[in-house]
């Protein structure tokens, strides 16, 4: 997944590990439960609100690449029917060359 853009990788990598250990800290944390649901209700606040411009941004990417790959893979279905097209043209080329060889009427 990660082989073309190894620095989108890396970011993602760093958010996961970030937010796992948040996480892990403040479960962790000898405080209240009503302390910790606060605490990790204010650390993804804050994280969603730092984050949100690489996400956009990531997402952005994502879907340029996927319109990329539509239009490659719509390019090569064209292709394919332009050849299948181009053969059965011969084909039936070859067929009427052949029977009009054999056409008693001339």
Excluded at 50 to 74: F, G, M, S, W
């Amino acid at each position: 997944m990660c082989k073309e853009n190894d620095s989108l990788c890396f970011g993602i990598g760093i958010i996961a590990g970030v937010v796992g250990g948040v996480v892990a800290g403040i479960l962790l944390a000898p405080k209240k439960g009503e302390e910790s649901c606060n605490d990790i209700k204010c650390a993804i606040e804050n994280l969603v609100e730092t984050q949100a411009p690489r996400v956009q941004h990531a997402k952005k990417q994502a879907l340029e690449a996927i319109d990329l790959v539509k239009y490659k893979v719509e390019k090569q279905i064209k292709k394919i029917k332009n050849a299948v097209q181009s053969e059965k043209m011969e084909k039936a080329k070859q067929l009427e060359d052949a029977n009009s060889e054999y056409d008693i009427n001339q």
